[in-house]
């Protein structure tokens, strides 16, 4: 035999030397789940491992991430259900907590890299990304909310404010927003190709934000189309997106691949609650081995052509490398 693929196999040492992909704490942003007030933690029930902090609490747990080389952070708030209205009007007064607390953050780490999150379900009451009326989600209506909510954050000094909507024209909306206020390095990373995904239910238990009525499914993508996303990655790359990202990851790992041969944008993919949920739940019951399955995941989704991933399991990642000495 000419080829025998196994002797790039024989070692530990001939197999690094022939790994193809790497995933470096780099290439990590943490989601942190953010609550009013001080002095408080609370882990998230169905994502073991994964708490929602109070400023104090968020502060301490950023600098122990950004000691172990993880250093973007994107933030996302728990927000009362009083505070909730249709219009999500919490979203942009300057004194709300959230917004407060980013430029807190900021403040104590101007090296760490800060993202927002730009929708109106956490602050609304009908727990949908959009103004709802007779039922329906409105699209243009709801681009004025998103333009207030993008320049309250990026008034605290963010780095990079990050569209989850899925409403149409966002994208070229918010740019021209940040523009016209001299925010025109604030960056936006485009939740390009968001997917209707069962996988996102541990995070709305996170922050409560579970829509009222009905589904997403006329604003977030149909999880049976492929070419549909690069509808959504050429108006993103055309409307001025920074950065083009696939939501959720493993599941979707064509369409990363499919952006990434694409466009020559950075493309993130956000491995999210409920991917996390699954490999924590099937390890607590020794169904797997979760320690590998986390590795295994993050190089695949790495290797479909993420640049970027988003996961909760960035500082767990961060802790295994640091005793590996990566
Ligand atoms: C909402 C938003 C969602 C996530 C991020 N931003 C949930 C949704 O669209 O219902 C999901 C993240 C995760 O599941 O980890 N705009």
Redesign the pocket.
Known sequence: MLRRPRRNRNSPTIRNLTQETLVTTRDLVF?LFLLEGSGNRSEVSSMPGIFRFSLDQMLTEIEQCMSLGVKSFDI?PVVEESYKDKMATNSYQKDFFYLKSLAAIKKEFPEAHIIT?V????YSVDGH?GIVQDGKILNDETLEVLGKMALAQAETGVDMI?P???MDGRVAYLRKVLDENGFTEVGIMS?TA?YA?A??????D??D???KFGD?KTY?MNPANRREALIEGQLDFEEGADVLMV??ALAYLDIISDLKETYPLPIAA???????AMIKAAGERGWLDPKRSMEESLTAIKRAGADII?T?FAKEYALILKNRQI
């Not at 996988?199 to 709305?204: A, M, V, W």
């Open positions: 989601p996302f999150d929708a109106m379900d956490p990304d990050g989850s909507d899925m939740y968001k995904s996988f996102y239910g541990p995070f709305r996170a922050l934000s579970a829509p997403k977030q939501k959720p956000y491995n999210v609650s409920g991917e996390y988003l909760y």
